[in-house]
């Protein structure tokens, strides 16, 4: 495998800085999980860190990992495909799962049990620096919190501690698995002052994610936003026809098949955006980085071909106020589709904070 040479970074990316910080990311980040958990398809060793490379090529520099992805995996692909070119990326990674003692009773998508103590989320920070090769994680973010986290003074006395020490950057959270979390979120951002959430948004998944973000603005704090599952798991890049299957193995297998149904009638709807110099998988990715709130957009990337229509993203036509207007109509509508409601998880009622 040839050593990665940063010198020839063609860079068509644009780039976005965390508020009050030093912290500079692409408007288009690399999320770790399909190249390394097996739910989006099986990537060698030397397929997946080309991928990588060709990224950063791009300009692409935010690469987001997590212990659990593949047992470390993730974090193992970051330092074999960037050991000489360490300053040249952002490393972002997740702890919270107890995978070493739990890892090989994962069955699909269900959740191992986590452990947030302070000494668990010690150790699982020394161990992610020691797989990634580095001496300091850019972003650290407690992977999937529940309130109870949130409310847990030890568990961020922690994350300062481990900042203090120059271990991590900056610290924030990531919300899931599932859509929801809504207070969770909230109460972070509104308590905890995180500089980085990383939750799910994209134009058919608007709720709670938009409610997160107005959080920030109405508490006048700094707190921005990764946002992750941009295209709906796929749905928005415009591809999917009511005939469409996915491998055995492939996570969207878990979604309902109405969910297929009825998101292509939606995106038919979307079709306008489509416009020369645009696709509608680049208007996915356009419309969220709209908001001045988000850093980074994290779309799911599993070949080139994706990889370089996501990176030009940022470059396309911007939306008009007219383009704007009809998305939000057409949202407010649902499209003109009778659906169950979606179903949330987490805190999606207002709690009161701690005494």
């Not at 994680?137 to 407690?142: P, V």
Request: proline content about 4%; charged content about 25%; some cysteine.
């Amino acid at each position: 495998m040839r050593p990665y040479s940063f010198d020839i970074i063609l860079g068509v990316v644009k780039y976005r800085k965390y508020r009050n910080t030093d912290l500079t990311v692409s408007e288009v980040g690399f999320g770790m999980w399909t190249l390394s958990t097996g739910w989006w398809g099986n990537f060698t060793e030397t397929e997946a860190v080309r991928l990588m490379h060709r990224a950063l090529d791009l300009g692409i520099t935010l690469f987001d990992a997590a212990d659990t992805y593949g047992n470390g995996l993730s974090e193992e692909l970051i330092a074999k495909a960037f050991a000489n070119c360490r300053d040249k990326i952002v490393i972002a990674t997740k702890v919270g799962y107890d995978f070493l003692h739990h890892g090989s009773e994962r069955r699909g998508q269900r959740e191992i049990p986590q452990d947030f103590s302070p000494e668990a989320i010690t150790k699982a920070t020394e161990a992610a620096l020691r797989r990634l090769g580095t001496e300091q994680i850019d972003l650290l973010q407690l992977h999937n919190i529940r309130m109870e986290q949130v409310e847990d003074d030890a568990l961020w006395d922690t994350l300062a501690t481990l900042q203090a020490r120059g271990l991590v950057r900056y610290y924030g959270i990531a919300l899931g698995p599932a859509i929801g979390w809504m207070y969770e979120g909230i109460n972070c951002v509104r308590r905890r002052g995180a500089t980085s959430v990383q939750h799910i948004y994209n134009m058919l998944e608007r709720h709670p994610g938009a409610a997160i973000q107005q959080a920030a603005r109405d508490a006048g704090k700094d707190t921005m936003f990764l946002i992750r599952v941009t295209h709906s798991s796929g749905m928005l890049e415009g591809h999917y026809t009511a005939d469409t299957t996915f491998p055995p193995n492939d996570h969207r297998n878990h979604r309902p098949r109405t969910w297929l149904l009825n998101g292509v009638k939606k995106v038919e709807q979307l079709r306008f955006l489509e416009v020369p110099g645009r696709s509608l998988g680049q208007a996915a990715l356009q419309w969220l980085l709209q908001d001045d709130r988000v850093a980074s957009t994290l779309p799911n990337i599993y070949n080139e071909d994706q990889l370089l229509e996501f990176a030009a993203a940022p470059e396309c036509p911007e939306f008009t106020e007219q383009e704007n207007a009809r998305i939000d109509a057409l949202c407010a509508a649902n499209f003109g589709i009778e659906e169950e409601p979606s179903k949330f998880k987490g805190t999606m009622e207002p709690v009161l904070a701690a005494s």
